[in-house]
């Protein structure tokens, strides 16, 4: 099937770093996304990866390995903001249809 | 204009109702897609338009009808529904389908059904 594990709860403290991982089947794999969900709001872009290697946008990165099937988001100088659900999704095949993971429940406390 | 705009933003309906949803967007995108997301649960595939055409249906029951008017709108006409159809529906839109064209979400309608 077309797997995709990531943990369901993280806890972080306000400053600090967390890096969210995400694993999936490697077969077809076309490009993997990662949203940001606030609870009762829709998903937020975040970053795209297809290609093997780390994408900074400010205080957040993304890496991917293609060959690993793993990716993950670090998130840096953590604010209370940033408590909400991190969605990895991946396209396969190019046939368009994204594929949620279950999200990564992050809480920040001061 | 960079945002997917959706009406209602809630809705409560009987099972012998017939409803219809509306999402927006004004950003030339030509793909359009429909997702169900329940609570504490990822978005789930539901409907994909690419181009006004139909272009994915994930096995989804009659009772939810879609319809892509022009390049703009996506509708999805809801009949006869079931309480476990209450969820958020959301709207996402696309450059097109496929790799490399992240998907931007409308903030969705919240449906119950009684």
């Known amino acids: 099937g077309q797997n995709i594990d990531q943990p369901t709860e993280m806890t972080a403290t306000e400053g600090a770093i967390v890096q969210i991982n995400c694993t999936y089947q490697t077969s077809g794999f076309n490009g993997l996304f990662w949203y940001q969900q606030h609870a009762g709001e829709a998903p937020t872009f975040l970053s795209y990866n297809v290609l093997d290697g780390l994408e900074e946008k400010g205080r957040f990165s993304s890496f991917l390995s293609r060959s690993k099937g793993y990716s993950y988001l670090l998130l840096k100088e953590l604010q209370m903001k940033d408590s909400a659900s991190y969605l990895c999704a991946v396209i396969w095949n190019q046939g368009g249809k994204l594929i949620f993971g279950q999200g990564t429940e992050l809480s920040v406390k001061p | 204009d960079t945002e997917v705009t959706q009406t209602p933003k809630h809705l409560v309906m009987g099972m012998t109702n017939k409803k219809s949803l509306k999402c927006e967007q004004h950003m030339g995108h030509r793909a359009m897609y429909w997702y169900k997301q329940k609570a504490k649960k990822p978005p789930e595939l539901m409907f994909v338009y690419s181009y006004e055409k139909l272009s994915i249906n994930e096995s989804v029951p009659s009772r939810f009808s879609p319809e892509c008017p022009n390049s703009s709108l996506l509708n999805l006409h809801l009949h006869a529904l079931q309480p476990e159809d209450s969820a958020l529906y959301l709207c996402?839109?696309?450059?097109?389908?496929?790799?490399?064209?992240?998907?931007?979400f409308g903030p969705g309608t919240r449906l119950t059904v009684l």
């Open positions: 996402a839109s696309s450059r097109g389908q496929g790799i490399n064209n992240e998907q931007f």
